[in-house]
Every structure is written in C-alpha cells, then in structure tokens.
C-alpha cells in the first residue's frame, strides 16, 4: 500500500539513502523527500508505464539527483545498493502488480517460481540487504504486515501466498541478529515491520 507517512514519524529512521521498492505513483518517495531526513531517495519500480509517468513528473528532484527511479525488478536490489557506501534505511514495499506485467525469474528457486500476481520479492531483497557490506548499519521497514498473516485474504490480490512473518522475520535476522524490531501503524494498526540497529 503507499504508506501513510502522516500517521508515523519517521525521525528514528534518518539515514543518508531512502531505497523503496515499489514507486508505484511516489507517493512514499515523495514523502521520504519532503521529510528532509535522507540526501538521496531511491527507488525501484517493476512496471515501465509507472516509471516513464515518474520521469516525466518529478523532473526536477531526478536533474538535481536527489531522487533516482530505477526500472527493474527489485530481486536484482544488490545491483543498485552495492555502490552505497553509508547507512541506508529500506521501505520495502513491492507488493502486488497493479499494473501485471509479464516476469520470468528463470534464477529464483522453484519454491519461488510463481505467477506475476502471486510473486513478492521481499526474502530477495532482504537477501540482497543482507549481502551489503553496511547491512548491520541498516534500518528496514516492511509495508502491509496484515497481509503476512495466515488469516488473510483479498479479493483480487494474492502476492504474500508463499510467505508468512516468521519467514520474514528470520531473514530479517539473517540481516541483523540484533536488529531491534518493533511494529508501526501504518493503513492498519502495527501493519509496518521496523527494524533497527540496536544501538540506535
Ligand atoms: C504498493 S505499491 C507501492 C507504493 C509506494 N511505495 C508508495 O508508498 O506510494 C507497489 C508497487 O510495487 C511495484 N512492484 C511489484 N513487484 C515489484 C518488483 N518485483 N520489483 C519492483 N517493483 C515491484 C508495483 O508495480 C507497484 O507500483
């Protein structure tokens, strides 16, 4: 869901880089911009249409380099973060094709070879996180926990079917074992995972 910034300060979560995945109309980059906290906004988006409105509307942010949106499939996160050298916080947000778009992930394993509208790539980016040289300086806040629970289901949408929290929260762990985890309210109450160093 394109988080609600207003609901939740996100002072604890200064960094010098914002990396969202899922631009989907920028609302959150906007909002991670606005804040003044980050130098630079970064975001990777799927679905070219979104990306090609994106550099048309936010001409100015993109020339003056505080804000880059990247067409890609955020599986391939390492790419654009292995250049980063300071701490970054992560809005992990990729979840669910609003616009379908063909994928074919020939790399992923076959317990994650699923249709584009059952695909969420959050364990690979957490993966790709986890393989940065500053991961332990990371900050990370996961979008729509609600849907993370078995209970849940949705009419049209499908993309959590093959995870569940505990597998996201042991990859976290993977991240950082001692990352400070603690839940934010977001469209629903605590439906946003933050994890942060635990000496911050
Ligand atoms: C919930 S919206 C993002 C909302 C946005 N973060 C905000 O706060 O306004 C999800 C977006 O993720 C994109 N998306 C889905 N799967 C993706 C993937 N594997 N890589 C990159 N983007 C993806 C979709 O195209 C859609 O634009």
Redesign the pocket.
Known sequence: ???NFDWFDLTPFANPYFV????????????ALASGLFQKVI?????KE?VARAQERFRLPLAAGLLKVVH????HLFQHIQSLEEPCTF?L???????Q?K?EEPHLPSARKVT?ST???LLEELDAIARHPWAKSHKILI??RRCLQRTWSHPTQS?WRSLDEEMVLEKLRTVNPDFHIRYIDGLTPEDIIAAVPADQ
Do not use: R, Y
Not at 43 to 47: A, C, D, L, M, T
Not at 72 to 75: A, C, I, L, N, P
Not at 93 to 99: L, Q
């Open positions: 869901m394109p988080i969202e995945t899922g631009f989907f109309q920028g609302e959150g980059a906007m909002k975001s990777i988006e799927v679905n979104l890609d499939d955020s599986v809005f947000d990729a979840h669910g094709h609003w616009v778009e994928m584009p695909f969420c790539p979008d729509d993309w």
